[in-house]
């Protein structure tokens, strides 16, 4: 593997370039750091996969997802912001400088973000890729507008799936939740407003077997795990709320994270490892929308330039 000039040390390098991750680099290179962002596939992640955006303050007739990450690379970039499309596959986080290892090379930073965020567990199930916005959808905050009036499916029974569910009952005409076992997992807070909505039906003990679908869903085949007995759902839509599965894998152990895999990092976004943040998705967190990533994305930058500003303090002395 080619190894870049480690003459070359960005005050910081930005992993992932998501909202948190953007908003991070427009903060730093208006405030003079010199940064990069190394970005896997195109700017704006998990976001730029979502048609339409009405709960991101400024856009009174909502925005693409796409339409946005763009607008915030090239905001960021506007002000000297660097970006390199390459997928990190091993961190250094605790040498000097810290190294993080791609495709196109090493790069070295003072300081690195980590904005790599979660990805949607996926059913697995024949066509569900494929389907992704012709029915299959996996955020109802996101996506639940354009099921107003219509029979959606939710497949899961934790507090994602029961939160999604209670949400899409205030829109949807009818809510079908499909669960594995015969009860929810999720916290009793969400027991309650679930069984006494007049629009939401249980189907316990059962999974999806088929998407059912001519250009868009048509329905659902699913099957009971006890009795073996199979049965079609008409629906419009089916939410996915299985479950994140955060994008930590490359990190190699550091910095700290929880028992689901997300790194520990508080409002402050600092992490376990001196110099490093954690924005947005990856982090563990209450809420991950784009505004809450926007948000750590500008903290992540005000922590590191106090680490930035101390370093340069020690190496003067």
């Known amino acids: 593997m080619a190894v870049l000039n480690k003459d070359i040390v960005y005050d910081m390098i930005i992993v992932g370039g998501g909202p948190g991750g953007y908003t991070s680099a427009l903060y730093a290179a208006r405030a003079g750091i010199n940064v990069l962002v190394l970005e ?71 300081t690195v973000v980590l904005a790599t965020g979660a990805n949607p567990r996926e059913l697995g199930i024949e066509k569900e890729s494929e389907l992704v916005g012709r029915g299959v959808a996996y955020c109802a905050s996101c996506d639940g507008m354009f099921y107003r009036g219509k029979t959606v499916v939710v497949v899961g029974g934790g507090n994602t799936a029961a939160a999604d569910a209670i949400l899409l009952s205030r829109i949807a005409k009818k809510v079908i939740i499909v669960h594995r076992r015969d009860t929810l997992r ?58 994140r599965k955060p994008a930590t894998g490359f990190l190699g152990g550091e910095p700290d994270l929880d028992e689901n895999g997300y790194i520990i990092a508080d409002e402050t976004t600092k992490t376990s490892v001196p110099g ?38 020690g190496s003067e002395k």
């Open 186 to 243: 999720a916290t009793k807070i969400y027991h309650e407003p679930l069984m006494n909505a007049e629009n939401v039906e249980f189907k316990w003990d059962s999974t999806i077997t088929e998407l059912l679908h001519e250009d868009k869903i048509t329905g659902v085949k699913i099957k009971n795990i006890k009795t073996g007995e199979e049965s079609i759902i008409d629906c419009d839509g089916v939410f996915v709320s299985v479950g």
């Open 276 to 313: 490093v943040y954690a924005v947005g998705d990856i982090r563990t967190k209450q809420l991950r929308q784009v505004v809450t990533a926007v948000s750590d994305g500008a903290m992540a930058v005000h922590s590191a330039e106090e680490y930035l500003a101390k370093e340069h303090k």
């Open 40 to 110: 896997k596939f195109s700017a704006g992640g998990q976001m730029a996969l979502t048609h339409q955006i009405d709960n991101y303050p400024g856009f009174e007739d909502g925005v693409d997802g796409f339409s946005l990450a763009d607008k915030m690379k090239n905001q960021a970039e506007r002000f000297g912001a660097k970006s390199v499309n390459c997928e990190a596959v091993r961190v250094n986080l605790t040498a000097n400088p810290k190294e993080i290892e791609t495709a196109k090379g090493t790069f070295f930073a003072k």
